[in-house]
């Protein structure tokens, strides 16, 4: 549409230019002459318009895939409207006592757009908004939350939230790759694997990331240990205890020691095995003078190098270790920081028995900890807040209520969409959003309604790809099976086969090229955050309105900035859905009435209909610049508070 507008503007010029020509050159052409040029301006106009649209977005050229996803059961529908009731009436008991009371609930309109985004991470469709809007049937909420819940943009918005959490990224630096392990945390979600046995599996597995994804787990902090160990305490357990791996812990009650004897039951992993045949190959494939290909050598080994194996060493203090309750470089036996110490009689490694005291129903913490982070995403604080900064001090705001998500989610055995279902089920969620106050945001919370948020970085994203193409959510990213197999050496390698893998490693990323091409706009990849590289890089769209790098846990941010409000305002995602073939143009457009076009825009953009004088006012606006007024419309209500704020 704001092609449209330059056409006119064009067109214009050269009218005019035609009638206020230099009267030398007028008076050299005869009156026929002049009206036939006229005339012939005139058609060439009337054909501009009357030529169908230029397809210029990616929409029948991309490859597309059925995504499935492991519905929500029908048959415990029953239980988890009960327990959503209890849940509303311990936080009624609780805002009573406090001399508080909820806020109403919200109309279907906020509703519609607050649980799109908070499940599937994307405003709805015109069409999806229409259907619930009009639908009459007096449970159709619960009803959308099962359906979204069981769509591909389930699992799709939930990686987003975990790849965050865990610092999921393609590349951590050129020699270790770890896309599997992205994908695989993106498969367990979409087939609900449970939280416990997805940690588990985190937490055990051996081998290449391409042979088991889940070792990119540990093959994260590469190197690392006990880096890693913090990271897991603090993600799984909500703890903090990294200051305890130099000295006792200044605010905490963990001391070196006990980080230590924890650190001790995964004493003898180690993320790298070297072998003396694929050094050898190395140096004879390396000789070469093609410093390209010695570079492409030296990266697949390392690449091979990479893998996550359990050996018989154990853990000693260190060097430096001051303190009375043990010597430096000791030995140091394994124990647990609180829970029962699991038996180690030799069934069972060290750390598949750490995994089993970290994910067992008597820590005290793993199933507190990833209530209270399913709580968090829910209404938007912890009820102990932060949520990965437990202490021995800690009381969560509602103790009663905690208790009862804590037992929920060991009766679910840690189905997290189940327990979801039962939180968006809830009264508390369906009641109008509070707005936290900016002038003392460590107040305590009491939980009228969830709290007012700014969409993150892949929330915005992933709504202009829904207003601009259609069903994103089949737009996947290019498999890299080929590219595992070419990198996965065989036993025994030879300096020839070296050599002849890198040839294979270049066609795959001409093949992942290729595919992105198809998917471009203005050289802009357009495919779910989900399905973006990992994290993206940082002039991305993604990365300018606060999409985390992944360096560190929970780096995101919703903060308001310059370069945003100029993204917004001209860039090229913003003008994408302006372009011919974008869904939003072909909407709008397939609309006779000026009135219904009007509506199409506000129930696309803001999934309600506009007021009566935001009606008027955009009429006004499309009878005064015709065709261009709708796109000035459109531009207008993504550059609102109310599209990137979730109400």
């Known amino acids: 549409m704001n092609r449209t507008r330059c056409c006119f503007s064009l067109l214009s010029v050269f009218l005019l230019a035609l009638l206020f020509v230099q009267p030398a050159v007028l008076n050299a052409q005869t009156a026929k002459q002049r009206a036939k040029a006229l005339n012939a301006a005139r058609k060439k106009a009337a054909a501009e318009k009357a030529k169908p649209p230029k397809i210029v ?22 239980r988890m409207k009960t327990v959503a009731l209890q849940i509303d009436q311990i936080v009624v008991e609780h805002l009573r006592s406090k001399g508080a ?7 279907d309109e906020v509703f519609l757009r607050r649980i799109y985004l908070d499940i599937t991470g994307t405003i ?39 790849a965050d959490v865990l610092r999921i990224v393609d590349k951590p630096d050129g020699n270790n790759y770890l896309r599997p392990y992205g994908d695989w945390i993106k498969k367990s979600l979409r087939d609900n694997t449970h939280w416990n046995v997805m940690v588990r599996e985190m937490l055990t597995a051996e081998g290449k990331v391409w042979e088991n994804p889940a070792a990119g787990y540990k093959l994260r902090d590469d190197g690392m240990p006990l880096d890693n160990l913090n ?32 650190a001790a039951f995964e004493g003898g992993v180690r993320t790298r095995k070297y072998d003396r045949e694929l050094t050898m190959a190395q140096k004879q494939a390396t000789q070469s003078s093609d410093r390209r290909l010695i570079g492409q050598v030296n990266r697949l080994v390392n690449l091979n190098r990479k893998e996550v194996i359990e050996t018989e060493a154990k853990l000693r203090f260190p060097h430096d270790y001051a303190y009375d309750d043990a010597k430096p470089k000791q030995l140091v036996e394994p124990n647990v920081i609180f829970g029962s110490m699991p038996r180690l009689d030799g069934s069972s490694s060290r750390r598949e028995a750490f995994a089993a005291w970290l994910t067992a129903n008597d820590n005290p913490r793993f199933a507190l900890t990833i209530a209270n982070r399913m709580w968090q995403r829910v209404i938007g604080v912890g009820l102990i807040d932060p949520v990965d900064d437990i ?34 089920n809830t009264h508390i969620y369906q009641r109008q959003s509070t707005v ?25 994203w992933d709504s202009m790809l829904t207003l601009t193409l259609e069903n994103p959510d089949s737009l996947i990213r290019h498999n890299d099976e080929s590219y595992c197999d070419a990198i996965a050496l065989p036993p025994a390698v030879t300096a020839a086969q070296l050599v ?9 990323s001409r093949e992942e090229r290729a595919t992105d091409r198809m998917m471009e706009y203005k050289r802009i990849v357009l495919r779910r955050a989900s399905e973006l590289p990992q994290p993206v890089p940082a002039d991305h769209f993604l990365r300018q309105f606060g999409q985390s790098d992944r360096n560190i846990i929970g780096n995101n ?25 974008s869904l939003l143009v072909d909407k709008v457009t397939s609309r006779d009435s000026l009135n219904d076009r009007i509506e199409t825009i506000f129930l696309s953009i803001l999934s309600r209909y506009p007021t009566e004088d935001q009606s008027r006012l955009a009429k006004q606006i499309v009878v005064e610049y015709k065709i261009p007024g709708y796109g000035d419309i459109i531009w207008s209500l993504l550059n609102t508070r109310e599209f990137v704020f979730i109400q």
């Open 57 to 78: 977005l990616p929409i029948d050229k991309a490859p597309r895939t059925e995504v499935t996803v492991t519905p929500v059961d029908p048959a415990r529908k029953h």
């Open 101 to 107: 009371r909820a806020n109403p609930p919200v109309s």
């Open 124 to 162: 709805p469709t015109l069409e999806q908004a229409e259907a619930f809007l009009k639908s009459t049937a007096p449970d159709k909420r619960s009803a959308l939350i099962d359906e979204l819940l069981n769509s591909p943009g389930y699992a799709s918005h939930h990686y987003n939230y975990w």
């Open 231 to 262: 990271n897991t305490v603090r993600i799984f357990l909500g703890t903090r205890i990294g200051c305890a791996q130099c000295h006792d812990h200044p605010f905490d009650r963990w001391t070196q020691r006990e980080f230590y004897e924890l």
């Open 391 to 424: 202490t021995e001090d800690t009381s969560p705001s509602i103790p009663k209520l905690m208790d009862l998500l804590v037992s929920e989610m060991k009766r679910l055995d840690y189905d997290l969409k189940e327990f979801l279902r039962i939180l968006y």
């Open 436 to 460: 936290i106050d900016p002038e003392d945001p460590t107040a305590e919370y009491l939980v009228t309604g969830p709290v007012m948020r700014r969409m993150s970085a892949e929330q915005v």
């Open 500 to 508: 002849s893998t890198y040839p294979r490693m270049i066609e795959y």
């Open 557 to 581: 941010s919703t903060e308001g900035t310059v370069p945003q409000l100029l993204t917004m305002f001209n860039g090229p995602v913003t003008h994408m859905m302006l372009e011919p073939g």
